[in-house]
């Protein structure tokens, strides 16, 4: 009897490599808020866990901005009749009671994400890309950057994650 696609895909295929992200990590996390000056340089706490027999990977991490705490939620799917990698994500900080939505590809890395967000106090809504990057086994990078309603980007985020031994 032949695997099913799922089943293969857990063996060597994309969701292979979410698992690859199961883990407790710990690092820092650099933000900016405007293009080139480093707002906030902070310690950052992450558990990465399989969910649903490893259709997803959910990431809880904590940190804090100026000293405050804040706390965030990720959960991370490849959707195989799609074809890309989806994402949503809230935390305490940058999405106040907002979900966002957040659809990619594969990278030689990992994969890349693109969502959006703004209410209805912005005129357009910005856009936002997360990269994932397993730089090694031990190694990870999570980088965020902001994109204006005319397509300047920047980086916003980004968290480099140790895996805890």
Request: proline share 2%; aromatic share 12%; charged share 25%.
């Amino acid at each position: 009897m032949s695997k099913d696609k799922f089943q293969l895909s857990k063996e060597s295929g994309m969701h292979y490599r979410l698992g690859l992200l199961v883990g407790q990590w710990e690092g820092t996390t650099k933000t900016w808020f405007e293009p080139g000056v480093l707002a906030d340089e902070s310690p950052m706490q992450g558990t990465m866990k399989a969910v649903l027999d490893g259709r997803f990977i959910m990431h809880e991490y904590q940190g804090s901005l100026h000293g405050k705490p804040f706390e965030g939620i990720a959960i991370i799917g490849y959707s195989m009749s799609n074809e890309q990698f989806e994402c949503a994500w809230i935390d305490s900080f940058h999405m106040g009671t907002s979900i966002m939505f957040s659809e990619g590809n594969a990278t030689d890395k990992l994969f890349s994400v693109f969502g959006s967000y703004g209410g209805k106090e912005l005129e357009q809504k910005w856009g936002w890309r997360t990269e994932i990057e397993m730089q090694e086994n031990n190694r990870l990078m999570i980088t965020a950057y902001n994109i204006s309603p005319d397509g300047e980007e920047a980086k916003a985020t980004e968290t480099v994650y140790n895996r805890k031994q």
